[in-house]
């Protein structure tokens, strides 16, 4: 009775580790092919988050070799670099919003108490400008142009100007 009682224990027992070598090599498997997966997966979208993002910024200084190639007069005393400027312009346009009246380039006069000021700006290239502006209230878009005078000061004119309804 004894040898027969050890007899099955072995065999139990020989059991459970052929049960759990399967188990763990197949989840192994399993897990490397999840694994596999998750990261083409991610792959795929990580690329279309990149291209989504190049279309994205398609209209932008930053990307834009023409529009950047304006600011290159030939001489290196005169030239004016662009990953310098995109700060400085946008600086300069957003210091109007501290005006009493609003920011004058909105190209909207004040309707109700609050002002109108810009909240983003995008430069889209060596001359225009989009922005976003909202009083609180009414939210709109202004097309801007900006030149870089000879003095390095910079001038803003309002092209086109829209506000959403309510």
Same mark, same amino acid.
């Not at 400008?129 to 202004?142: L, N």
């Given at each position: ?23 763990? &090599? ?6 490397? *092919?999840? $694994?596999?997966?998750? #990261?083409?997966?991610?792959? !795929? ?8 993002? #190049? *279309? /994205?910024? $398609?209209? &932008?200084?930053?990307? %834009?070799? %023409? /529009? @950047?190639?304006?600011? *290159? ?23 109007? %919003? &501290?005006?009493?009246?609003? +920011? ?5 006069? @004040?309707?109700?108490? +609050? ?16 922005? *976003?502006?909202? !009083? ?9 142009? $900006?030149?870089?005078?000879? !003095?390095?000061?910079? &001038?803003?004119?309002? +092209? @086109? ?6």
């Amino acid at each position: 009775m004894k040898k027969s009682l050890l007899l099955y224990a072995f065999i139990l027992a020989l059991l459970f580790n052929v049960y759990t070598y399967m188990f763990l &090599s197949k989840e192994v498997t399993f897990e490397q *092919d999840r $694994y596999k997966r998750v #990261t083409t997966k991610l792959k !795929d979208s990580l690329s279309s988050v990149k291209n989504k993002l #190049t *279309d /994205a910024n $398609y209209f &932008s200084l930053e990307k %834009n070799e %023409n /529009a @950047q190639n304006y600011f *290159d007069s030939g001489s290196s005393e005169k030239m004016i670099q662009y990953e310098k400027l995109i700060p400085i312009v946008t600086e300069k346009l957003l210091d109007y %919003n &501290s005006n009493p009246k609003g +920011n004058p380039y909105t190209g909207q006069d @004040q309707i109700g108490t +609050n002002k109108f000021i810009i909240n983003k700006v995008r430069i889209l290239n060596h001359r225009w400008i989009i922005a *976003d502006f909202s !009083d609180g209230e009414i939210w709109g878009e202004v097309l801007l142009k $900006y030149f870089v005078n000879a !003095d390095d000061s910079i &001038s803003f004119e309002v +092209n @086109q100007s829209l506000l959403y309804q309510k």
